[in-house]
């Protein structure tokens, strides 16, 4: 007979207890979330998300800098031994570039920006675009908006 009393006792108390906890951490999660953080639930805290706009900008950067010095260096020593092999590679490489070049400039149009525009414009423009294709943002009827963001 005390148990048939205890136990909904204990299960409105855990209920209680949760329902507080949620009311407390939900102002924490609305703030991170619309600081772009997700929750993981592995490590059970707020994570910075998998992809970084900023990060990708770095790397390619450091790519760019990287392929220059490789350039630099073919070309320096294409100077010193002016030997015939060293051309094929050195076209080889500006065609590998060209294709980068039609590629990074579908990406400008995709986010719809100039080439020339900022990491802030760049940033501003995937975010909106995100906005406009993800499924969940666009509306639960919309099943072309599932088609267009796979």
């Known amino acids: 007979v005390a148990t048939a009393a205890l136990l ?27 600081r772009g953080f997700i929750w ?37 020593s294409q100077q010193g031994t002016q030997s015939g092999g060293q051309g094929s590679s050195s076209s080889t490489a500006s065609a590998g570039g060209s294709i980068a070049r039609r590629y990074a400039g579908a990406y400008y149009e995709l986010l719809r920006v100039r080439p020339s525009a900022t990491s802030d414009e760049l940033r501003r423009a995937y975010y909106r675009e995100s906005r406009r294709c993800h499924p969940d943002k666009v509306g639960a009827g919309d099943t072309l908006a599932v088609v267009r963001f796979q």
Not at 42 to 67: D, F, H
Request: aromatic share 4%; charged share 35%.
């Open 40 to 76: 993981d639930t592995k490590e059970r805290g707020w994570t910075s998300p998998a992809y970084s706009l900023r990060a990708e900008e770095e790397r390619l950067a450091r790519r760019r800098r990287l392929r220059r010095r490789r350039q630099q260096e073919r070309a320096e």
């Open 8 to 34: 909904p006792c204990a299960g409105a108390a855990v209920a209680a207890a949760q329902c507080a906890r949620g009311v407390a951490n939900t102002p924490e999660a609305l703030v991170e979330s619309l």
